[in-house]
């Protein structure tokens, strides 16, 4: 017969529910390579460095510190500090902001694009010498088992017993270690850029919106009624 767990019982679990959410887990870090080089990132970005920016650590955040580390190796090109790198995601998931952290590349400067494909493959250009590199994921660990998928949910109803938790814990902590310690051939494959290097592009202007009169890129004015209207207000009238 099932027992009600005491209130410290419950309390614990939901704090296993949160960390279930985003996984704290630091073990083996010390073991991953933090040297720094020509085309390597700088030692004093570290894995926990990122998942300090991220909020916590998780399968997807280790796969994008690894997936950066390696491009930047490969292109011999270290983090840039102007728009010299160019990166574009097929997906929008955690690997982006591990990317953005250790590559340099951001929305705001217009070197991180994406292009939601809902694949997790990343092309980057080095705007130096043209050349660019797509990084796929093999990795097929990051997918929930039944298994993982009751541990989490029991985690999150609050009811998960120690022993469940532990089991839970162990289980994420298999896959990050495999992430952060593993050859990247073993996971990831690269091969050539599939499309032509995004170009910089002029700086836009701006307008204004006829119906709402907010400032609009010009760009992104569309033409209905014979009026100038952002997409926004050509939805709604």
Request: glycine content about 8%; overall charge positive; charged content about 25%.
């Amino acid at each position: 017969m099932l027992t009600r767990p005491s209130q410290q019982h419950a309390a614990d679990n939901r704090s296993a529910s949160a960390q279930a959410r985003g996984v704290r887990c630091v073990q083996g870090m010390q073991n991953v390579d933090t040297a720094t080089g020509p085309g390597i990132a700088p030692a004093s970005i570290g894995i926990e460095d990122v998942a300090a920016f991220h909020g916590h650590l998780c399968p997807s955040l280790a796969l994008g510190f690894r997936i950066a580390r390696w491009a930047l190796r490969m292109l011999q090109c270290p983090r840039p500090h102007t728009d010299e790198l160019v990166v574009v995601a097929e997906s929008v998931d955690s690997a982006l902001d591990a990317i953005q952290y250790v590559a340099g590349c951001t929305l705001g400067k217009r070197t991180l694009i994406v292009r939601d494909y809902g694949k997790r493959a990343y092309t980057f250009y080095d705007r130096r010498d043209g050349k660019g590199i797509r990084i796929g994921v093999t990795y097929t660990g990051l997918a929930d088992t039944p298994r993982l998928t009751e541990l989490r949910e029991l985690l999150e109803s609050g009811t998960a017993s120690f022993a469940q938790r532990q089991e839970y814990f162990a289980r994420a902590q298999a896959r990050l270690d495999f992430i952060l310690s593993a050859p990247e051939e073993d996971f990831l494959t690269v091969g050539p850029a599939r499309h032509p290097m995004p170009s910089p592009g002029a700086r836009d202007r701006w307008g204004q919106c006829t119906i709402c009169r907010e400032p609009t890129m010009e760009s992104k004015l569309t033409l209905k009624k014979g009026m100038l209207v952002c997409h926004e207000c050509a939805d709604r009238y």
